[in-house]
């Protein structure tokens, strides 16, 4: 596939407390493994526009977070809930990473590629129309699908999330709007303890696959070929969006899944296979979680090149 690296430098300026897990050094890790890569096409990301965050979030939040930003001292953060906190600059960081989304559903559309991966954070698949959780403050995910459906035109678009995290934040889309499905791979119990296989949305068009701790890849990869791509392919969405969280990785301390690189690389193999069978190849992924810097670098570049090579 013909595939784009959109890049948000300004991960960097969204600065946390000493020891927390969401550090700059993860962009950092995953930047350094990518840019190895030699198929790739990079491009930095651009800020997104008000409106388009709007189009996911309520003015109401998205004002919060401006104001906790604005009123952070130098070197001090502001705490948004027990795990997520601002710095001044994380507003201009969250509004880069949401960007890149937008800017690579664009560039898909426009022709230029096939497949793009956003490195950039925060993350975002834990945060809720009107609520900031997880380390997570804009929903960069469910921002970039409603782009696809609302200035694109398309009839329906499908996310998957594949972080070792259940992605609440963008399930919320899916039970609001019919146009979306979710499908999330995700150990149980586990934060944010929402998830469970009863959680079927709208019209069934939300899969959760909760999967106990010390899963590993075959066992993954068949949860995969038995619930996911068979939703998928009665769905046929004509855009497919990756929550390209990797904590999910046998090493990672936030989970206790054991997943290992070989595995991400089969995921991008099969979301591609897919994205190509009913999206007109048209797959946008977006990094979520991964803790373990070696491992979330090593497991970026697999996934990435595997889309290169699809």
């Known amino acids: 596939m013909r595939t784009l690296v959109i890049d948000n430098p300004a991960s960097r300026m969204h600065r946390v407390p000493p020891g927390h897990p969401e550090h700059e050094g993860r962009y950092l890790a995953a930047r350094d493994a990518l840019t190895a890569l030699t ?11 008000t409106a388009s965050v709007e189009r996911f979030h309520t003015a109401d939040y998205i004002e919060r977070i401006r104001d906790a930003c604005d009123t952070a001292a130098a070197d001090e953060w ?21 960007g890149a989304s937008i800017d690579a559903v664009d560039r898909i559309m426009a022709g230029e590629a096939d497949a793009a991966f956003c490195l950039a954070r925060p993350p975002g698949h834990h945060a809720e129309p009107d609520r900031a959780m997880g ?12 782009h ?10 499908a996310i998957v999330d594949i972080d ?19 499908a999330s791979l995700h150990q149980s119990p586990l934060y944010p303890g929402t998830g469970s296989a009863d959680e079927t949305g709208l019209n ?19 949860a995969f070929t038995r619930q996911v791509r068979p939703a998928l392919a009665a769905f ?18 936030a989970g206790g899944l054991a997943l290992l690189e070989a595995d991400f690389a089969w995921a991008a193999s099969q979301l591609a296979g897919l994205a190509a069978e009913f999206a007109s190849s048209r797959l946008v992924s977006v990094l979520e979680g991964g803790y373990d810097c070696p491992a979330l670098g090593r497991s970026a570049a697999a996934f990435v090149q595997a889309l290169v090579e699809a």
């Open 135 to 146: 380390f997570c403050l804009l929903n960069s995910i469910a921002i970039a699908a409603l």
């Open 78 to 98: 502001v705490s948004l809930d027990l795990d997520t906190k601002v710095c001044r600059d994380t507003w201009r960081a969250a509004l880069a990473t949401a």
């Open 236 to 253: 046929r969405p004509e855009f497919i969006f990756v929550s390209a969280g990797f904590d999910a990785h046998e090493r990672d301390p």
């Open 39 to 49: 198929g790739p096409v990079w491009h930095e990301a651009r800020p997104a526009e």
């Open 204 to 222: 069934g068009n939300v899969v959760n696959v909760p999967l106990m701790a010390g899963t590993q890849g075959p066992a993954w990869r068949d």
């Open 164 to 182: 070792v995290h259940h992605g609440n934040g963008s399930q919320c889309l899916a039970e609001l709007d019919t146009r979306v499905m979710f």
């Open 148 to 157: 696809a459906l609302e200035v694109h035109g398309l009839a329906r678009v």
